[in-house]
């Protein structure tokens, strides 16, 4: 990154580098051929080097911040770009439901504001409200996304259930305490260790004992 911006003393690093930079969950594995995204004043050339992609629009005023001497779109904004070049409003949700959750993003008021106006920014407009940063996995958020569009929307998130001595039980996905329903996100894989494995199973089980009706629901339910 130091050495794409030599030479270019408007540039603002942006977009998944800038994703990188301040640390936002979530997000695709780095790949060693990750050109480093730049933002530059659109009065400047429009030639991409090798290894840089360029990109060209103003910044308002608090839309970059300083990173160790690396100028760097402020989180708000590298927020709304996300939103904005995500493919779909499920990836976009789940974005936001990742950065709200691990703080980066206080609250989305700035966020939503450097998206306003800009390209694509009509078709987003209603993802926003839609977020929930209580969210703990992107397929949490897509199933609570399908729930909402059915009509379905789930009344808590990450609701503690406790047995008759007031023990903690479970924390669940999804839930409908007043019917005693769970709906949980799936996200147990071949390659979960035993102990995982065992303790989801004891889970379901203290559930069932509490006369909790548990759906689980995994990444291939969802995709179909």
Do not use: K
């Not at 050339?45 to 779109?73: K, N, S």
């Not at 035993?194 to 203290?206: D, I, P, Q, S, V």
């Amino acid at each position: 990154m130091g050495a794409a911006l030599v030479g270019r003393p408007h540039a603002v690093v942006c977009g998944i580098t800038a994703v990188r930079l301040l640390g936002f969950p979530g997000g695709e594995p780095e790949n060693p051929a990750e050109p480093v995204h730049l933002l530059l004043p659109p009065r400047l050339t429009r030639a991409q080097p090798r290894g840089i992609r360029l990109h060209f629009t103003e910044l308002g005023p608090d839309e970059q911040v300083d990173l160790a001497g690396i100028p760097v779109t402020s989180p708000a904004r590298t927020l709304a770009d996300l939103v904005l070049a995500a493919p779909h409003r499920e990836a976009a949700v789940a974005e936001i439901d990742a950065v709200l959750r691990s703080g980066a993003v206080p609250n989305l008021r700035a966020a939503r504001e450097a998206a306003a106006g800009r390209r694509g920014f009509r078709p987003t407009q209603d993802w926003w409200p839609l977020a929930d940063g209580r969210a703990e996995s992107g397929l949490e958020t897509w199933l609570r996304l399908m729930l909402v569009d059915a009509g379905l929307t789930p009344p808590q998130l990450q609701w503690p259930v406790r047995d008759a001595s007031g023990q903690s039980t479970a924390r669940l996905d999804l839930a409908w305490p007043e019917h005693r329903l769970d709906v949980e996100a799936d996200t147990y894989i071949t390659t979960s260790s035993a102990e995982a494995f065992h303790l989801e199973r004891l889970r379901g089980n203290l559930l069932a004992a509490l006369r909790w009706t548990v759906l689980r629901f995994s990444a291939l339910d969802v995709a179909w």
